[in-house]
């Protein structure tokens, strides 16, 4: 598909006025994005599990204007954040409304509310760019869907993580479960850079329902936004590397989710999260998102892990947190060590117990 596709026909419908809600998840990369050309294209492919806990639920209200905006006009809509109008949240959503305006004509037509509420503490330092851009996307598609009733349920999904990419890139994999790889892959025939596909592959059942629990080691605002990190892979001396071997544990990932092989499904991961920050600190201007408590936390996790044999990894997004991954079967040792031993390093004891989810439901 190309970009063309997303471009809508006239419609066959008008419709004065509705009200949507969705609920979207957040979704953690085993194999990350780092870097990205223009337009929110990858700089290489990438593959997450969709969550299941940090969702964003927003409801949008739409209601037909007597005409139309003008070019250059500002876009007709408030935001509410947990039930309280969000002036500084505009310029983001506004922002995202110019870059999708083309493939939503509509949204010059309509007078928007939209109202979002996070299920994670606000402010816990988990990215709900994600969640929220994507559960915006699906509240703009069933705005369409009323005009265009012909549009299928194939053609929803992908044009809503389509949308959600432009918002934040990563917001792309966050539509549906439970694994989902989105940028150009060799080995995968109907990868895109412009949308997230599920996973077609067999997958273990030792993944079913697989546990991440998220360590809340640091609250506070990230010093070096992922776009600014992203924009840092221009012109990095490893990126090119980075990528290719993006590419190359995609293709290793294969036959480790096919049998459940734990021991490499471990070493990947974590080779992944690290190399992420090791981009980070060896771009230029360099930057560290670790604190001492995630190094605190992943050295605690590898002393459990030779002590125990348990299979308990760790990976990082762009951030302090850790967000820390095992089968549900060993949940009950697992958690009892977290508790026990990693939330100490917590702000203010702070985790989420989340596990794998099968992707946005309409409420
Ligand atoms: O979607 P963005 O632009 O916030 O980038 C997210 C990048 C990482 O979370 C660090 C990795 C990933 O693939 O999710």
């Given at each position: 598909m190309t970009y063309q596709d997303f471009i809508p026909q006239a419609y066959s419908n008008t419709v004065e006025s509705g009200k949507v809600t969705w609920q979207s998840p957040s979704n953690i990369a085993l194999v990350k994005y780092?870097?990205?050309?223009?337009?929110?294209?990858?700089?290489?492919?990438?593959?997450?599990?969709?969550?299941?806990?940090?969702?964003?639920?927003?409801?949008l209200e739409f209601s037909?204007?007597?005409?139309a905006i003008k070019e250059n006009e500002a876009f007709d809509f408030d935001f509410y954040f947990e039930g309280k109008r969000k002036e500084d949240f505009k310029p983001k959503i506004a922002t995202f409304f110019k870059r999708v305006v083309q493939y939503c004509p509509y949204l010059k037509e309509y007078h928007l509310e939209i109202s979002s509420e996070n299920s994670f503490p606000h402010s816990s330092g988990i990215a709900s760019s994600a969640s929220g851009m994507s559960a915006l996307a699906l509240c703009l598609m069933s705005l369409e869907?009323?005009?265009?009733?012909?549009?299928?349920?194939?053609?929803?999904?992908?044009?809503?993580?389509?949308?959600?990419?432009?918002?934040?890139g990563s917001a792309c994999r966050s539509i549906e479960g439970e694994l989902i790889e989105w940028g150009e892959?060799?080995?995968l025939k109907e990868s895109s850079d412009l949308f997230g596909i599920k996973y077609p592959y067999t997958?273990?059942?030792?993944?079913?329902?697989?546990?991440?629990?998220?360590?809340?080691?640091?609250?506070?605002?990230?010093?070096?936004?992922?776009?600014v990190g992203h924009n840092l892979m221009h012109g990095h001396p490893f990126a090119e590397a980075r990528f290719e071997q993006a590419h190359d544990n995609l293709n290793k990932l294969k036959p480790i989710l096919e049998s459940g092989d734990l021991v490499s499904f471990m070493n990947l991961v974590e080779s992944e999260a690290l190399t992420l920050h090791a981009m980070m600190m060896s771009s230029n201007p360099y930057f560290i998102l670790m604190k001492p408590n995630t190094m605190e936390i992943i050295n605690k996790i590898w002393e459990f892990r030779e002590q125990t044999k348990l299979p308990i990894c760790f990976t990082l997004d762009a951030g302090a947190n850790v967000h820390v991954l095992y089968p549900k079967k060993d949940k009950a040792k697992i958690l009892e060590f977290i508790k026990n031993e990693l939330v100490a390093y917590c702000e203010n004891g702070q985790y989420i117990c989340d596990q794998i989810g099968k992707g946005a439901k309409k409420l």
């Open positions: 780092w870097g990205k050309k223009e337009h929110q294209i990858p700089a290489n492919p990438s593959i997450s599990f969709t969550l299941d806990h940090c969702k964003t639920t927003t409801t037909k204007r007597s005409s869907k009323e005009i265009d009733q012909e549009i299928s349920e194939e053609f929803f999904n992908k044009k809503a993580s389509f949308l959600a990419r432009l918002g934040s892959h060799d080995d997958v273990h059942e030792v993944f079913d329902h697989y546990q991440d629990t998220i360590l809340l080691v640091d609250k506070g605002q990230k010093q070096v936004s992922s776009s």
